[in-house]
C-alpha cells in the first residue's frame, strides 16, 4: 500500500509512523525497483528535466582532450614509475605503459559508446541503470562518489608535501599537530583545505571556465613534465637500459623479470591511466556528441601513451632500475648530482601542477555523478538541481567540496594519489558487461540468459586465470594452467560470438571488434582488481555494506514514491522482467 502526504504526493518520509510502514514494505519495493531499468529517451528527457536548468552544451573535443590529460597525467606518476620499473619491469617498464595504455583505450571505447549513445551528466551510473537497473547502478555510483572523495581527500594533501618539494620547505612548516587526535588525524593541513574550496568555486562558476583552467595548468604541466623528459635523454645513458649497477644480485637485459615483470608492471602503472571515467560525466556538456566525445577521450588517452612511455624511457636512462627510487625516482635521480639539483624543484613544480588539474577534473566528475543520481531520486534530489546562472550543479559541487575538505583537513588517508581504488576498477567492470549485455540483449521477449550466461562464465575464468598468476608457484604446472585457462576463455569468447547475434548495434559509434574488446577490458579489470592488497577489499566491503543500507532505508522508498507520482518509469521492456520470472 502506498503512501499519501497531505499534498496529495506519495511521500515515505512524511512523518515517523509512515516511514516505519514503509519499512515493512521493503521487500515488495525492492522486488520492484532493485532491477527496474530507466529508458535512453527517460534519461535524455524526463530524468533529466528534474534538474530545472540545463546544462550548456559548451565543450569541444580539445576541451575533452585537455580533461581527459588533466584528470590522468596526476601526481602519482612520478612516484608509480619508479615502483613498477624497481620492482617490477625493469627498463622493460616502458612496454609496460604501452600495454596499459592499449588496455586504457579498449576501456575507454566502452565509455565512448556509451556516452555518444546516451549524452548525460551521469556516467556510469547512468549507463548501468538503463541496463542492469536501479540498485546495481546506485551501488557502483555511489561506491565512484566515495572513491573520488577519499582520492581527492588524499591527492589535495599531497599537494602540501609537492608544494614544500617545489619550495625546499619541509610538509611539517604547512601543517600542524593537534595532540589529543588519534594518530593518522591528528595532522591538520589548511593548504588541503584551500585549495579543495578554491577548486569547488572554480567549478561551481562555469564548466566552461573550468576548462579554460584546465586547460592553462594541463599545459603547465605537460611542459615540466616534457621538461625532465628532455633532461633524462640529455643527462642519461643508454647503457643503463640493459645493465643493473649490481649484476650479481639482479638480472641484466631489457627484459630482466621477463614477460611476468612486463605485466606485473602493466598491472601496475595501468592505475595511472584512470581519469577519464571523469570526461565521460561531462557528455551533457559537449556541443557535438557523437564527434567530440571519440576524438577527446580516445586521444586523451593516446597523448597520455606517449608521455608515460617517454617519462619511462626517460627515467631508465637516468638510472640503472636496481639504483631507483621507488617513492621519489625523478627528483632522486637529480638530487645528488652536482649542478643539476635544481630539477628536483622544477619535478616538484609540475607534480603540483598535476595535483591541480586531476583534483579539479574529478571534482567536476564527482559532482555530475551527485548530480545524476539525484534525478534518479535515490538521494536527494536537491543534489540534482542546476543553478540558473551558472548551468553547473551547485548544490552537489558544495556538498562534495566541502566533505571533502573536511575529510583533507584532519585525516591522513591511505589512498594511491592516481585516484584508484577497488571501487573504480569495479565500476570499469560493470561498464564493460553492460556494453555487451545491451549489444546482444533484444529489449522484446527474447530471454537474456545466453549473454548472461555467457559473462558470468567469461568473468569466472578470468578470476580463475588471476588467481593462478597471482598465487600459483613458478613452474611447468603453472605454465600450463594459465595457458589452459586462456584456451578456456578464448574459446568461450568465440563461442559466444558465432552463436548469439548483436541485437541492437549503434547507428552513431560503436565500439569495435564486439566482443573481443570489452572482453579483454573484463578481463584486464578482473586482473588488476587481483593486484590490490587486503585493505582495499576491507574498505570496499565496508563502503559497499554502508550502500546497501542507505538503498534499503532511504533510497528503494524514495525512488517509489516518485515512480507512485510520474516522476520515474517503470520497468523498461522485458529485458529485466525475465529475470524476476525464471
Known sequence: MEVQSSGGGHSSFSSLGVYLNSLSATPSRLARRAISVSTSSDEMSRVRAVSGEQMRRTLRWYDLIGLGIG???????????????????????VVSYAIAGLCALLSAFCYTEFAVHLPVAGGAFSYIRI???????????????????????AVSRSFTAYLGTAFGISTSKWRFVVSGLPDGFNEIDPVAVLVVLAITVVICCSTRESSKVNMIMTAFHIAFIIFVIVMGFLKGNR???????????????????????????????????????????????????????????????????????????SMSMLLQ??????????????????????????????????????????MLGQARYMCVIGR????????????????????????????????????????????????????????????????????????????????????????????????APQGKLKAFLLGATAVVAIAVVLIFHCVVPQANKPELWGVPFMPWTPCVSIFLNIFLLGSLDAPSYVRFGFFSGLIV??????????????????????????????????
Open 71 to 93: 584528470g590522468m597525467v596526476g601526481a602519482g606518476v612520478f612516484v608509480t614509475t619508479g615502483r613498477a620499473s624497481r620492482l617490477y619491469a625493469g627498463p622493460s617498464i
Open 131 to 153: 541496463t542492469f537497473g536501479e540498485f546495481p547502478a546506485f551501488f557502483t555510483g555511489a561506491n565512484l562518489i566515495m572513491d573520488y572523495v577519499m582520492s581527492n581527500a
Open 239 to 313: 647503457k643503463n637500459l640493459s645493465s643493473p649497477a649490481n649484476p650479481e644480485q639482479h638480472p641484466s637485459g631489457f627484459f630482466p623479470f621477463g614477460a611476468a615483470g612486463v605485466f606485473n608492471g602493466a598491472a601496475m602503472v595501468y592505475l595511472s591511466y584512470i581519469g577519464y571515467d571523469a570526461v565521460s560525466t561531462m557528455a551533457e556538456e559537449v556541443k557535438n556528441p557523437v564527434k567530440d566525445i571519440p576524438v577527446g577521450v580516445s586521444g586523451s588517452v593516446a597523448i597520455v601513451t606517449v608521455l608515460y612511455c617517454l617519462m619511462a624511457v
Open 321 to 362: 632500475y636496481d639504483q631507483i627510487d621507488t617513492e621519489a625516482p625523478f627528483s632522486a635521480a637529480f638530487r645528488g648530482s652536482n649542478g643539476w639539483g635544481w630539477v628536483t624543484k622544477v619535478v616538484g613544480i609540475g607534480a603540483s601542477f598535476g595535483i591541480l588539474t586531476s583534483l579539479l577534473v574529478a
Open 376 to 471: 534518479s531520486r535515490v538521494v536527494p534530489v536537491w543534489f540534482a538541481k542546476i543553478h540558473h546562472k551558472t548551468s553547473t550543479p551547485v548544490n552537489a559541487s558544495t556538498f562534495l567540496g566541502i566533505f571533502t575538505a573536511a575529510l583533507a583537513l584532519f585525516t591522513d588517508l591511505n589512498v594511491l594519489l592516481n585516484l584508484v581504488s577497488i571501487g573504480t576498477l569495479f565500476v570499469f567492470y560493470m561498464v564493460a558487461n553492460a556494453l555487451i549485455f545491451r549489444r546482444y540483449v533484444p529489449t522484446g521477449p527474447t530471454k537474456p540468459w545466453p549473454t548472461l550466461s555467457f559473462l558470468t562464465l567469461f568473468s569466472i575464468t578470468s578470476l580463475v586465470f588471476t588467481l593462478v598468476w597471482k598465487l
Open 549 to 582: 543500507l542507505v538503498y534499503l532505508f532511504y533510497g528503494v522508498h524514495a525512488s517509489s514514491d516518485a515512480e507512485a507520482d510520474g516522476y520515474i518509469g517503470v520497468k523498461d521492456g522485458q529485458v529485466m522482467k525475465e529475470l524476476t520470472e525464471v
